[in-house]
């Protein structure tokens, strides 16, 4: 068992988590795109399966240099709709505040993966006032949703100041932290770290999960010392192929994630980042695998599968519709979880 966050291919190699003969190839890519695996996710990789879910979530792969013609260095647009550093602002109610851009493992099929890295450039004390300054003169701006790279890689005395001057600012309703940390690396969600959580607007954390194995008793143990300081949890995943794409898999994984308290919230189609490909499922696919979960698995157990439009343009749910128009203005048929269609409102019985 490795007790450092593994980050160059010799060290993946001396763990035995990838053969000697693979070190050449993990290392060219490595000068292109960060790689790290916390102590944590090493111990939950099948050495030798090449197929491992885990593995192939962290470990480098050389298909990462080989970038398909539609695929973009910046697939969502953050780029441009930045005003200031540090801030991405789409929707008219809620900002992207991205104080650092490290994260404690990089996840081979990241979006911002042209962004994130350990030498990638965090916010420093003038630039994050910037930033908040941007937010405290825009009063439309409700929710804060504080993102990176991962925002508990922060210190908690960083992390508290964080929060502090978010509470403070009074047009705000929620302040919303998406993480890894929680299952990657659970022991740093320790007291310091929720005592810096700490405020009087609602927080919110939304926590990225994608296969059942990554629930383990001490990412468990992270979302309790969480949800009993009062803090509502969210699930996001990942639709991956060869990690998740299957219905066994999707069930186990969103039931896990509601029997430890977090409410999967998205399913994200994966973006168009560069050397991603092998890890994009179809939308046909994606479709068919929420139509296998609706009406099999509990509601709450039911995230909104969604697509991140290149470009920019914005996050729109693309999971299966159930409602099609039917003959005249006000009739509709709907599809049951079994498949059968009915119309509605239903047609009147003949006496
Ligand atoms: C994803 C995202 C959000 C948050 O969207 P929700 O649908 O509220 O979760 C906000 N701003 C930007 C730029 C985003 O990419
Ligand atoms: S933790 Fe999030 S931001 Fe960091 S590498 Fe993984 S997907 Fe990207």
């Known amino acids: 068992m490795t007790r450092r966050t593994l980050r160059r291919s010799d060290e993946l190699v001396a763990a035995g988590l ?3 003969a693979r070190a050449a190839e993990i290392a060219a890519v490595a000068e292109h795109f960060a ?6 996710m090493a111990a939950l990789i099948e ?7 885990i593995a192939r979530q962290f470990l480098p792969d050389a298909g990462e240099l080989e970038s398909a013609p539609e695929e973009l260095a910046d697939p969502i647009g953050d780029r441009r709709l930045s005003p200031v550093k540090g801030i991405v602002h789409r929707y008219p109610d809620r900002v992207l505040l991205k104080p650092s851009h490290a994260c404690p493992v990089y996840c081979r099929f990241c979006f911002r993966r042209e962004q994130v890295g350990p030498g990638g450039e965090g916010l420093d004390a003038a630039e994050l006032e910037a930033a908040l300054d941007y937010i405290r003169a825009r009063p439309e701006i409700w929710e804060v949703i504080v993102t990176g790279g991962d925002p508990f890689l922060l210190s908690p ?6 929060v502090r001057a ?8 929620v302040i919303r932290f998406h993480t890894r940390v929680p299952i990657v690396e659970p022991r740093r ?3 310091a770290l929720v005592r810096a959580l700490k405020a009087e607007k609602a927080v919110y954390v939304a926590i990225h999960a994608n296969h059942p194995r ?3 008793r001490e990412a468990r143990a992270a979302c309790r010392r969480l949800a009993r300081a009062g803090i509502p949890l969210l699930g996001q995943s990942v639709l991956l192929k060869g990690v998740n794409d299957d219905a066994a898999t999707l069930t186990e994984l969103f039931r896990g994630l509601v029997a430890m308290r977090v409410k999967p919230y998205y399913l994200h189609h994966p973006d168009l980042a560069r050397g991603t490909a092998r890890f994009r499922p179809t939308l046909a696919q994606g479709r068919a695998l929420m ?17 991140d439009l290149p470009g920019g343009h914005g996050k729109v749910p693309v999971g299966p519709c159930y409602a099609t128009p039917g003959e005249a203005e006000t009739e509709w048929l709907i599809e049951d979880p079994w498949g059968a269609r009915h119309a509605y409102p239903p047609r009147p019985q003949r006496r």
């Open 214 to 216: 990554e629930l383990t």
């Open 18 to 20: 990838v053969p000697p």
């Open 35 to 40: 790689v790290a695996v916390t102590p944590a």
């Open 166 to 173: 978010l509470d403070a600012i009074p047009h705000l309703g």
């Open 157 to 162: 005395r960083r992390l508290g100041l964080v």
């Open 47 to 53: 050495p030798g399966d090449a197929a491992d879910p």
């Open 189 to 191: 969600v320790g007291p």
């Open 291 to 307: 139509r296998e979960l609706r009406g099999r698995v509990s509601g709450l157990c039911q995230p909104s599968y969604v697509l």
